[in-house]
């Protein structure tokens, strides 16, 4: 079992850059594949990024593509957003789930996921 907690949210200009952290505990974290999903009021929760165990492979919608970077080290999984939008404003969770091979055909669900942060809130605005 692993928990996840996020940081790095905050308010941000259009074309500015932030970035968030989740930090988990638990001593399986390496073998977890892990995911960063969005969601804005009145929309469902959206795929951002995604990477697995080892850290080699990566995964972004073409909403995010070139913008945001997912990368991972011993505890943290971080979230590097550049070139924020006002369409980026939502609440990002991190997300985790034990690595097996289907999660290369289903890293973009939420569905998929087992393991979830509380949420940190990212507003972009002039």
């Known amino acids: 079992q692993v928990q996840l907690v996020e940081s790095g949210g905050g308010l941000v200009k259009p074309g500015g850059s932030l970035r968030l952290s989740c930090a988990a505990s638990?001593?399986?974290?390496?073998?977890?594949?892990m995911g960063w999903f969005r969601q804005a009021p009145g929309k469902e929760r959206e795929f951002v990024a995604a990477i697995g165990r080892s850290g080699g492979s990566t995964y972004y919608p073409d909403s995010v593509k070139g913008r945001f970077t997912i990368s991972r080290d011993k505890n943290t999984v971080y979230l590097q957003m550049n070139s924020l939008k006002p369409e980026d404003t939502a609440v990002y969770y991190c997300a985790g789930v034990p690595y097996a091979p289907g999660w290369r055909e289903n890293y973009s669900g939420s569905y998929y996921y087992d393991y979830w942060g509380q949420g940190t809130q990212v507003t972009v605005s002039s």
């Open positions: 638990g001593r399986t974290f390496s073998s977890y594949a």
